[in-house]
T-cell receptor, first 115, second 112 residues
Framework: EADIYQTPRYLVIGTGKKITLECSQTMGHDKMYWYQQDPGMELHLIHYSYGVNSTEKGDLSSESTVSRIRTEHFPLTLESARPSHTSQYLC??????????????FGPGTRLTVT | QQQVKQSPQSLIVQKGGISIINCAYENTAFDYFPWYQQFPGKGPALLIAIRPDVSEKKEGRFTISFNKSAKQFSLHIMDSQPGDSATYFCAASSSGTYKYIFGTGTRLKVLA
């Protein structure tokens, strides 16, 4: 069982509010990821991090921002939520050893609804 | 060239039958091919993964078949059970990128 946590699990918020989605992992993984997924649909990478103080934008353009100040923590922030941000947000992490790709462990997700 | 094409979009199988989901890719640099299973309201979980040095990998009722020359790989679920009803995603990654390219997903329903 992967030790990766996301809070809150569900969030309903009004337009214009600032929100932060939390993601923490206790596995000491260097690499962490944020995906956006509409229910039952494909996963889109919106941010990733290869380590502390390293963040990059993913393949899908997103108005959100991320930070990586500690290895175990990778929060995602929306400065001004809009209805178009309504989606499920999934956090993941993976170990690394050289250039080899390993399993990504996913958190349970945050279901965000912006009214 | 970064796409991973997954089919079918949905699949209905009788209990005890074989479920087959296919994925195709273009980027020959891909060298890691995982399959993820996702239940409603949950995050995806790794089911089985393969690297291109083998053509087949089996774990219990789940088998990945990999065809390097055709740039295709598939998931076979033997003796499918209602508990296997979920959405399945294939993915591909290349060394040094640490990022996955996911397929579009297959919604599997196994009838009791």
């Amino acid at each position: 069982e992967a030790d990766i946590y996301q809070t809150p699990r569900y969030l309903v918020i009004g337009t214009g509010k600032k929100i932060t989605l939390e993601c923490s992992q206790t596995m000491g993984h260097d690499k962490m990821y944020w995906y956006q997924q509409d229910p039952g649909m494909e996963l889109h990478l919106i941010h990733y991090s290869y380590g502390v103080n390293s963040t990059e934008k993913g393949d899908l353009s997103s108005e959100s921002t991320v930070s990586r100040i500690r290895t175990e923590h990778f929060p995602l922030t929306l400065e001004s939520a809009r209805p178009s941000h309504t989606s499920q947000y999934l956090c993941a992490s993976s170990e690394s050893a050289g250039r080899v790709t390993y399993e990504q462990y996913f958190g349970p997700g945050t279901r965000l609804t912006v009214t | 060239q970064q796409q991973v094409k997954q089919s079918p979009q949905s699949l209905i199988v009788q209990k005890g039958g074989i479920s087959i989901i296919n994925c195709a890719y273009e980027n020959t640099a891909f060298d890691y091919f995982p399959w993820y299973q996702q239940f409603p309201g949950k995050g995806p979980a790794l089911l089985i993964a393969i690297r291109p040095d083998v053509s087949e990998k089996k774990e219990g009722r789940f088998t990945i078949s990999f065809n390097k020359s055709a740039k295709q790989f598939s998931l076979h679920i033997m003796d499918s059970q209602p508990g296997d009803s979920a959405t399945y995603f294939c993915a591909a990654s290349s060394s040094g990128t640490y990022k996955y390219i996911f397929g579009t997903g297959t919604r599997l329903k196994v009838l009791a």
